[in-house]
């Protein structure tokens, strides 16, 4: 009785599990391919600190870093200084070159540039004058020494001689009132050309008597018109160049050198 009891309950226990069928066989292109392989395993070990070997320290070594440092810093403080020098000395010498453009051309302006034209207006009808009385060799201050001469000359060339005389006045006062503007070399010209004017307003006031051969060395002095484009020239080149080289800081203009043809 026991064995038949033990073996129904082997039989009910196998039948109550369920009957797996096998897996259906599966096409060989779907086929899934498992392969099995060790896995691999990798090992990072820490590398030991790498060391350079260095040469043995100076003693002098931990004062080389502040002594480059400090020797910089007087160098920049140096340089420094010294552009600070020279851009002073630039702006000092710019205002310098300024006031003696100033000047300079005051000389050209006042003096020179007045004289000149004025000179120029009375070479120019005298000129005109000389044509009509004896061309070049005629010298006005001589004929008026002869009082007879200016009563016989047309209305028109009394008017010429006329302001002739005023033009040698308007030059005498510029003479007088700008001779400060002047190189001293230029006065022994002045004083001459302004003797001639006071000489030339005196026979014309009827004034002299009549003796050419002691007034003849107050003629106008012709050299003179040439030692005035020297000068006028020597004061704008000198201007040019400090307008060129303002910053520069240069050497006293050089004198006025009259060449030998033109000395009195």
Same mark, same amino acid.
């Given at each position: 009785?026991?064995?038949?009891?033990?073996?129904?309950?082997?039989?009910?226990?196998?039948?109550?599990?369920?009957?797996?069928?096998?897996?259906?066989?599966?096409?060989?292109?779907?086929?899934?391919?498992?392969?099995?392989?060790?896995?691999?395993?990798?090992?990072?070990?820490?590398?030991?600190?790498?060391?350079?070997?260095?040469?043995?320290?100076?003693?002098?070594? *931990? &004062?080389?870093?502040?002594?480059?440092?400090? !020797?910089?810093? +007087?160098?920049? =403080?140096?340089? @420094?200084? %010294?552009?600070?020098?020279?851009?002073?000395?630039?702006?000092?010498?710019?205002?310098?070159?300024?006031?003696?453009?100033?000047?300079?051309?005051?000389?050209?302006?006042?003096?020179?540039?007045?004289?000149?034209?004025?000179?120029?207006?009375?070479?120019?009808?005298?000129?005109?004058?000389?044509?009509?009385?004896?061309?070049?060799?005629?010298?006005?201050?001589?004929?008026?020494?002869?009082?007879?001469?200016?009563?016989?000359?047309?209305?028109?060339?009394?008017?010429?001689?006329?302001?002739?005389?005023?033009?040698?006045?308007?030059?005498?006062?510029?003479?007088?009132?700008?001779?400060?503007?002047?190189?001293?070399?230029?006065? *022994? &010209?002045?004083?001459?050309?302004?003797?001639? !004017?006071?000489? +030339?307003?005196? =026979?014309?006031? @009827?004034? %002299?008597?009549?003796?050419?051969?002691?007034?003849?060395?107050?003629?106008?002095?012709?050299?003179?018109?040439?030692?005035?484009?020297?000068?006028?020239?020597?004061?704008?080149?000198?201007?040019?160049?400090?307008?060129?080289?303002?910053?520069?800081?240069?050497?006293?203009?050089?004198?006025?050198?009259?060449?030998?043809?033109?000395?009195?």
């Amino acid at each position: 009785m026991t064995v038949v009891f033990l073996a129904s309950i082997w039989l009910g226990t196998a039948c109550a599990q369920p009957t797996q069928s096998p897996p259906a066989a599966q096409p060989e292109s779907e086929a899934v391919h498992v392969t099995s392989e060790a896995p691999i395993v990798l090992r990072v070990e820490q590398a030991a600190p790498f060391e350079m070997a260095s040469a043995p320290k100076s003693r002098w070594e *931990p &004062y080389a870093q502040p002594a480059i440092s400090a !020797f910089a810093a +007087l160098l920049g =403080a140096a340089v @420094g200084g %010294l552009i600070a020098k020279w851009n002073a000395s630039a702006a000092n010498n710019q205002r310098a070159n300024e006031v003696e453009i100033a000047q300079t051309q005051s000389k050209l302006n006042d003096f020179y540039g007045r004289f000149r034209l004025i000179a120029e207006e009375n070479k120019l009808v005298s000129w005109e004058f000389k044509k009509r009385h004896g061309g070049e060799d005629f010298r006005t201050l001589l004929a008026l020494l002869d009082p007879t001469w200016l009563q016989g000359l047309s209305p028109a060339d009394k008017t010429i001689v006329a302001t002739m005389v005023e033009n040698g006045v308007m030059l005498r006062t510029l003479i007088r009132d700008k001779a400060g503007l002047v190189d001293p070399a230029m006065l *022994p &010209y002045l004083a001459k050309v302004s003797a001639h !004017f006071s000489m +030339l307003e005196l =026979a014309y006031k @009827g004034k %002299l008597e009549d003796d050419q051969k002691r007034f003849k060395q107050y003629v106008y002095p012709e050299k003179l018109d040439g030692v005035l484009d020297i000068e006028m020239k020597r004061l704008s080149d000198r201007i040019a160049l400090l307008l060129t080289k303002s910053g520069k800081r240069h050497k006293a203009i050089s004198p006025l050198m009259i060449p030998n043809k033109l000395q009195l």
